[in-house]
């Protein structure tokens, strides 16, 4: 079984930081792309950021020079420092991955639970 895990979440001031981390565990034989996304009370899901392989990141542009995501290929983690927080950074955030389990030679797509973000303005 696939876990992905989020920790790092709660409530910062506006202008405060938060880091945000994501674990894979389980029988992973590669873990493609990776991606934080947030949702919004009554809004619809929306993508942060996503970091290939490599470490190459695509951030959406409300986010950018704020947000810098990371990765960590040997420890199966990613990471997503969150700089100069604002009230409409607020929402619960999603890990996802694009991996292969160990025993199987198929691409899936996986979730963590999210982790809440509360910034106070």
């Known amino acids: 079984q696939v876990q992905l895990v989020e920790s790092g979440g709660g409530l910062a001031p506006a202008g405060g930081s938060l880091r945000l981390s994501c674990a894979v565990s389980?029988?992973?034989?590669?873990?493609?792309?990776m991606g934080w996304y947030r949702q919004a009370p009554g809004k619809q899901r929306e993508l942060v950021a996503i970091?290939?392989?490599?470490?190459?990141?695509n951030y959406a542009e409300g986010v950018k020079g704020r947000f810098t995501a990371s990765r960590d290929n040997a420890m199966k983690t990613v990471d997503l420092q969150m700089d100069s927080l604002a009230p409409e950074d607020t929402g619960v955030y999603y890990c996802?991955?694009?991996?292969?389990?160990?025993?199987?030679?198929?691409?899936?797509?996986?979730w963590g639970q999210g982790t809440q973000v509360t910034v106070s303005s």
């Open positions: 389980g029988s992973v034989s590669i873990v493609n792309t």
């Open positions: 996802t991955a694009e991996l292969r389990k160990g025993d199987s030679v198929s691409w899936s797509s996986h």
């Open positions: 970091i290939s392989r490599s470490g190459e990141v």
